[in-house]
């Protein structure tokens, strides 16, 4: 059992920053894959990014690549995401989530989720 925890969440203007943090308790993340998800009001919940926490490989959704970067840090077993260039439409529900499969893009694939973090980019 995997319990996950994220943080970071807030206010941000447009084109700002800022940057999610997913904790894991009970145990580490060996041998998962970590992603992160959001979900706006009225939408469907959207892969945003995910990482191999074995082998460090990560995966993006295209239009993220450049402006937000995943990574791990296995000292303090979490999983960052560095969000830049914010835009209003990206004001969502980020969610963190881990699964031991290989289709890291897919939520359904996904075992553990964690409470969820209020990104809003407004002015």
């Known amino acids: 059992q995997v319990q996950l925890v994220e943080s970071g969440g807030g206010l941000v203007q447009p084109g700002g920053s800022l940057r999610l943090s997913c904790a894991a308790s009970?145990?580490?993340?060996?041998?998962?894959?970590v992603g992160w998800f959001r979900q706006a009001p009225g939408k469907e919940r959207e892969f945003v990014a995910a990482?191999?926490?074995?082998?460090?490989?990560?995966y993006y959704l295209g239009s993220m690549k450049g402006r937000f970067t995943i990574s791990r840090d296995m000292t303090k077993n979490t999983v960052n995401l560095q969000m830049n260039s914010l835009k209003p439409e990206e004001t969502a529900v980020y969610y963190c989530?881990?699964?031991?499969?290989?289709?890291?893009?897919?939520?359904?694939?996904?075992?553990?989720w964690g409470q969820g973090t209020q990104v809003t980019v407004s002015s």
């Open positions: 990482v191999s926490w074995s082998g460090g490989t990560t």
């Open positions: 989530a881990a699964q031991a499969g290989p289709d890291y893009s897919d939520s359904r694939q996904y075992d553990y």
């Open positions: 009970r145990r580490t993340f060996s041998g998962y894959v």
